[in-house]
């Protein structure tokens, strides 16, 4: 029996031969495993389907530190991004070069088999200086995300597939490079544009793809992002729908759409780099570069960018021929009133008067249930957004009260959810402190770790609620930013979020001290009290601040109304 790789360099994929998968499924038994999370089966994903041609498995070390610094594999290929396996240390321990795993999904179902090469603690600064242009966190989301959520120790090593990660929704629309690249001939498309986007399509993209297509007198390929780790603030099924019916709005075979699992680093010129080099492999001859691509502060279309604004568009440039994919570059368009017309806004001259939606003022309207125009988007994609994001009063919502003990959480939670089920629009649940440590958080302790633990596990009870269309009253303490901030992301996502910080000063706290753990503190009988001898960070940036120090309860139950009433929540 052959063992080790038996895939050629050339494959069209790294899946093997049933016959070699029975063999694999057999020995598996012996193999350790590891499961996949959402952000590397995406990468597993496109090293299987060879979107990521030419690696056949997870980069090695020496490869790795070539790529981070000169975007190039130790043979000279360009390639920018690393695609390590990332694991905990305890895992990392033990493995050894030659030694094969089996890499599973969540469910446990095996996907691939890899050989370890080499095994090492990342370098994480390094690594962020190299791929994102900066180590801080502070200014950078990618560094941060690729802080808190890539693990410390990386694995290389070649892959055997046995099956591409499941997915049960568009079947029709996920297409692997291969059968891409037939299809374009099949339609005789002798050039393409691939189009990357996270986004939905309206009516100025359709001008300005259009454009461009016929310039590079190619077909068109929308290619949507799907399967993204994180925080959408849209989902998928929507993002998705909303292309079918855009592409639609083209000539006949012109354009067409696939899905593509690529999970986003915001790593800018670097990231626009490596997404032309996926396009190519699916067959693509151009493809679509903004301005600021894939930049993590230019996200919604805003004039901020992280990276120098054209620096993407040059660095694919450069690279142009040697990749053999050519960059084309996005133009913004805006719509002219008095032409009843689409233009390059580099086209505007003084007196025309142009209009145009951000994503934000979009977003507004659908929350507030106004107008969308036809000029803007097409009725099709507007009936898909209307029914993905219903307006703010038909949303669900959170109100997650923070403070210490005795700021009035508890007694403002009660006043409110007496309130709301007084009104009877929405299903309300009360998450109070006292009640969810007894019942969803009995074993932990109050370490800065389980305290955190204790606030996202609150936040995703929250979070569902909220989908779900209903109203979530939380009030913990919630000492610390980080976990306030994971679940206002988290909820954000699906409805609204409403943040009180409780303000009242310890002296107030302390005075009322209805459960006598302030007495208890200060008489050294108990530790960890927050406020005493253990800390509270305020929130920096809550949706409201009260201090019941001369608020009656009803007083700041009414202030939290008026504001939901404010932000459309409430009719
Ligand atoms: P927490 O849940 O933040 O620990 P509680 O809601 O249990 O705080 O309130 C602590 C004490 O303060 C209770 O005795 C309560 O009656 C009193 N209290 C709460 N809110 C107010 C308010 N707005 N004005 C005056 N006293 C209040």
Redesign the pocket.
Known sequence: MVSGPMISPYSESLLVHFRRMESLKEEAIKFPSVDLNKRQLCDLELLLNRAFYPLDGYLNQEDHESVLDTMRLTDGTVWPMPVCLDVDEDFAATLRPGLRVAVRDKEGFMLAVLEVGDVWRADKEREAQAVFGTADAEKHPGVRRFYEQVKPWYVGGKLEGLHLPQHYDFPELRMMPSETHRLFSRRGWRNVIGFHTEGHLHRAHKEMILRAAREAGAGIFIQPVVGRPGLDDMDHFTLVRCCREFVKKFPKNMAMVGLITMAARLAGPREALWQAIVRRNFGCTHFMVADDHADPLAVNGTEDSFYPKGRAQELVLEFADEIDIKPVSVKRMVYVEDKAQYIPEDEVRPGMAVKSITPEELRRRLEFDLEIPRWFSFPEVTAELRKAYPPRHRQGFTIF?S????????????VLQVKFMEMRDRPVTLL??DIVRKNLSSELTYTKEHRNLNITRIGFVASEITKNRGIAIC?P?APYEESRRVNRELIGAYGGYVEVY?S?PIEV?EQ????GIYAKARAGMMKGVTGVDDPYVPPSNPELTLD??????T??AQEVLLYLGEQGYMK
């Open positions: 009260l403070g210490l003990s005795g700021a009035g959480k508890s007694t403002l939670a009660k109070d402190g009030a303490i409780m009242t706290c009322r001290d209805r459960k019941t120090t001369n608020l009656s309860p007083e700041a």
